[in-house]
């Protein structure tokens, strides 16, 4: 059994560490409350670029951004994580998701990785996963400027024929205690699994996916030119704020977590204390009552 001392030494140490979980909790409440409102302001843009993208792709057009290669050789895989750990499961479900995404595009194909995150970083190191691209230091408050970055890689790797399909993992923001990772094609625009659409303007090729006129100014071309690489960033970058939002939530619901659980070991500890002092003094009694007892038969 641990002596008082000992005891008194534990509980001193589980109180420092509720106090930095504690800590480490506001701080995250804080966050994420910020980052859920710029979560909350930005989905109904990117959602309105979604659906016109997808929209786009069913115009007759030849573009690959659009329609995609016939043979797919390379698959890219880009994966957003946060820098740092001490969130619960969030990097460790978007990771896992990730390696399944891997198995299912690498039979039959080449396969590149971009990280986003130190955690995806060294993740994919520590598995000798090749890197085409890992970026770091923003996961938790993300920038534009760095969703454009990224954005113009990951086109510009599809247009050199360097990546044939470009998927995203990351994980999306329910609430503050649900990150759902999910899996996003980004390029080619058009989604996986077309279905048919009814519409009296559509009219439909052989394999029957409707296609849509549209009039392109100045052309076609020129407009898809600028406007793919608007999408992929602007997904790019509602991704970014999704994983924020996520990693804050998991954060502070992990720090909470944590200082219930340090604060009922330390009730814990202190009961055993308290039972270690009175057996201490239980004891003591009986040897003086012994030693009383002694000394009177003698």
Not at 171 to 188: D, G, K, Y
Request: hydrophobic share 40%.
């Amino acid at each position: 059994m641990a002596s008082q001392r000992d005891l008194k030494r534990q509980i001193g140490s589980v109180k420092n560490t509720a106090k930095v979980t504690e800590a480490l909790q506001t701080v995250s409440g804080v966050k994420f409350r910020k980052a859920e409102a710029r979560v909350n302001r930005a989905r109904p843009y990117a959602e309105n670029v979604e659906q016109m993208m997808r929209d786009v792709a069913r115009t007759r057009s030849n573009n690959p951004l659009l329609v995609g290669r016939e043979n797919v050789t390379n698959v890219l895989v880009a994966t957003i994580t946060a820098d740092r750990g001490l969130a619960g499961a969030f990097n460790s479900q978007v990771l896992r998701r990730t390696m399944e995404l891997r198995r299912e595009k690498g039979q039959g194909a080449n396969l590149l990785q971009v990280a986003s995150g130190r955690k995806a970083g060294a993740f994919f190191r520590f598995r000798r996963v090749d890197m085409v691209e890992a970026y770091s230091g923003f996961s938790d408050s993300p920038t534009y400027e760095k969703a454009r970055e990224i954005g113009q890689r990951l086109t510009g790797l599809f247009e050199d024929e360097e990546a044939d399909e470009v998927y995203f993992v990351y994980n999306r923001f329910e609430n503050a205690l649900v990150q759902r990772p999910v899996v996003t094609r980004l390029i080619p625009v058009a989604p996986e699994d077309e279905g048919d659409e009814d519409g009296d303007d559509d009219e439909r090729h052989d394999d029957g996916i409707a296609a849509t006129y549209m009039e392109y100014v100045p052309d076609a071309e020129t407009v898809l030119k600028r406007l793919v690489p608007k999408y992929v960033e602007t997904m790019i970058w509602q991704a970014m704020l999704e994983s924020a939002a996520g990693e804050h939530g998991a954060r502070m619901s992990a720090m909470k977590n944590a200082t219930d659980n340090a604060n009922e070991l330390v009730k814990d500890l202190t009961l055993a204390m308290n039972k270690a002092r009175q057996a201490q003094i239980t004891r003591e009694i009986t040897e003086i009552a012994a030693g009383a007892e002694a000394l009177s038969a003698g």
